[in-house]
């Protein structure tokens, strides 16, 4: 099965998505300024956005932004039945909701058939803390499955079918449970994610095992790393695990040796410099950021692009080969006007 949002399809085989979430409030955001960094996230490699929507007074930036963004906006709502309907009346690609949140069932049923009749797509976003009841006879992936079943049957019985999943648990092993048994006894999309994941590298280690061994069975067909961190880094971490995985080809790889006693390179700095402006380029490479000059430049001969230095001087190489010596401060525009070459 498939689902639609915007110009973003879900599952039926299409790629594997990236999504993150916007960090602030939509009604205190500039969303010329929103949009502008919504533009850099989607040449980065994001898919989809996420805004918490949570009253009226976001409604203003929130169709501003749907309508000016490059990619589908997503709306985040938590009880209101009528935040949900307002957010798809502004334009929102698709939203997540919890039916089990929204109370009373004729709510959800209008909060459907508004997402019908604007052609939004929904998400049924489950997780094991706030499922509507509990059995003690059953496990919590079993509950949440069968709570995503439920609601899913509603739906159904409205006439919809542009529907996408979530079940999360903090405890992960719960998660991929509950994301293997859904995809057991049913083909509609899931949205994948690892919830309060954590900094960026902790987030990135238990996302990448979880939601790495649930895309190589096959299991998920759009994704967040959640973190307690950038947006961007989320973007990144999400790309760079569907690119491990085989899952998507596209875009500049950025590989960095690990540093040594030899290094004599800002390797960090430098990346930290360049990262998301690298990561926005179309082109499909591999650049390399190396710590010296005596090994750096063999260790990154397979690179098409690689550059190292010393304190005063840095050097540029292509396919191996050097190709100049470069006064540090014009090393990132030459780097860039080398890759613009290419
Ligand atoms: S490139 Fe140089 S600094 Fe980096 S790990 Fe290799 S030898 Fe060490």
């Known amino acids: 099965m498939q689902a639609k949002a915007g110009n973003l399809l879900i599952g039926g085989g299409a790629p594997v998505s990236v999504q993150t979430m916007y960090d602030s409030s939509l009604a205190s955001s500039d969303a010329g300024s929103v949009v502008e960094r919504i533009t850099k996230l989607s040449l980065m490699g994001c898919d989809a956005i996420r805004f918490s929507y949570i009253s009226d007074d976001d409604s203003k930036a929130f169709s501003y932004i749907a309508s000016h963004s490059p ?28 039916p089990g949140n929204i109370g009373a069932q004729w709510k959800t049923r209008e909060v459907v058939k508004a997402a019908s009749d604007y052609g939004s797509a929904i998400r049924i976003g489950l997780n094991s803390g706030s499922l509507p009841h509990s059995d ?26 542009n529907t ?6 903090t405890d992960i092993d719960e998660t991929m449970e509950a994301c293997r048994l859904f995809a057991s006894l049913s083909g509609y999309p899931q949205h994948i994610g690892i919830t309060e994941a954590g900094g ?40 760079e695990l569907l690119r491990t995985l085989g899952l998507r080809k596209k875009g500049v790889r950025i590989i960095s040796c690990p540093r040594c006693g030899r290094h004599a390179f800002d390797t960090i700095g430098f990346e930290n410099r360049v990262r998301d402006r690298l990561l926005s380029v179309d082109k ?15 260790e990154a001969r397979d690179a098409d692009f690689a550059i190292t230095g010393m304190k005063d001087k840095v050097y540029l190489f292509r396919h191996g080969e050097l190709v100049s010596e470069i006064n540090p401060a014009d090393a990132e525009r030459i780097l860039f006007e080398a890759i613009e070459n290419e």
């Open 164 to 169: 996408v999943v979530s079940l999360k648990s």
């Open 200 to 239: 960026p590298v902790i987030s990135a280690v238990r996302s990448t095992w979880a939601l790495g061994n649930l895309l190589r069975e096959g299991i998920g067909s759009t994704l967040r790393i959640s973190m307690s961190g950038s947006m961007e880094d989320e973007v990144v971490a999400g790309v």
């Open 71 to 98: 990619i589908p906006v997503i709306a985040d709502i938590h009880f209101d039945y009528k935040m949900a309907i307002s957010a798809i009346e502004n334009g929102a690609a698709k939203i997540r909701i919890n």
């Open 136 to 161: 003690l006879n059953k496990s919590k992936p079993q509950l949440m499955v069968d709570t995503a079943l439920e609601y899913i049957s509603w739906f159904e019985s409205w006439g919809f079918t």
């Open 284 to 298: 499909d490479i591999t650049v390399a950021i190396m710590g010296c000059l005596v090994n750096g430049p063999g």
